[in-house]
């Protein structure tokens, strides 16, 4: 059955950098697409970021203004999230989502906690 | 930028009830609108994918209907674990989520 085990998540102060990582498997991971998701405390999702199957294409939220990376190593069947200058209004938890072909999540990772905190 | 609104918010029912959340669309969306369900503390779980698809492994009680700019999420016959909240979401050039329903009982 489809998987996606993340880790990576905790407490980081502002301007720190954190990297997630999601391990995905019961899939042939090379041929999808794959996204992070995010949720701050009490609020909605928030789409983050996507890569294109080969690692090729990446795509960001505006909000993001360039501190994020995401990449994947295909053979290892990993994705992953470098985040960088990280900021209170980061707190959330991340999400690493498949993509089900047609513009949809599918699969989704259990969540990382990520606190952004002095 | 495509925006999703979505009503009401929270929506009140009791068990057995058919119950239904509306999401609305800034832009004609054809029909590629999706639903999911998150349950407290839980990942979100795909439901609905265009408009109208059940995923596999959804109850059939919950159904989806709608095209361009207007969709309804619909629970024909509520039950205590369908508690949660319920997002909307959409692929244009970007993912873009609506900004939930919570359902309670």
């Known amino acids: 059955q489809v998987q996606l085990v993340q880790s990576g998540g905790g407490v980081v102060q502002p301007g720190g950098s954190l990297r997630l990582s999601c391990v995905a498997s019961?899939?042939?991971?090379?041929?999808?697409?794959m996204h992070w998701v995010r949720q701050a405390p009490g609020k909605g999702l928030e789409w983050v970021a996507v890569?294109?199957?080969?690692?090729?294409?990446?795509y960001y939220g505006e909000s993001l203004k360039g501190r994020f990376t995401i990449s994947r190593d295909n053979p290892d069947n990993t994705l992953y999230l470098q985040m960088d200058n990280l900021d209170i209004e980061d707190t959330a938890v991340y999400y690493c989502?498949?993509?089900?072909?047609?513009?949809?999540?599918?699969?989704w990772g259990h969540g990382t906690l990520v606190s952004v905190s002095s | 930028d495509i925006q999703l609104t979505q009503s009401p918010s929270p929506l009140s029912g009791s068990v057995g009830d058919r119950v239904t959340i509306t999401c609305q669309a800034s832009?004609?969306?054809?029909?590629?609108l999706n639903w999911y369900q998150q349950r407290p503390g839980k990942a979100p779980r795909l439901l609905i994918y265009?408009?109208?698809n059940l995923q596999t492994g959804v109850p059939s009680r919950f159904s989806g209907s709608g095209s361009g700019t207007h969709f309804t999420l619909t629970i024909s016959g509520l039950q205590p674990e369908d508690i949660a909240t319920y997002y909307c979401?959409?692929?244009?050039?970007?993912?873009?989520f609506g900004g939930g329903t919570k359902v309670e009982i």
């Open positions: 989502a498949r993509d089900g072909r047609s513009d949809y999540f599918d699969y």
């Open positions: 832009e004609d969306i054809s029909i590629y």
């Open positions: 265009d408009a109208s």
């Open positions: 890569i294109s199957y080969d690692g090729e294409r990446t």
């Open positions: 979401q959409q692929y244009d050039s970007l993912p873009v």
């Open positions: 019961g899939f042939t991971f090379s041929s999808y697409e």
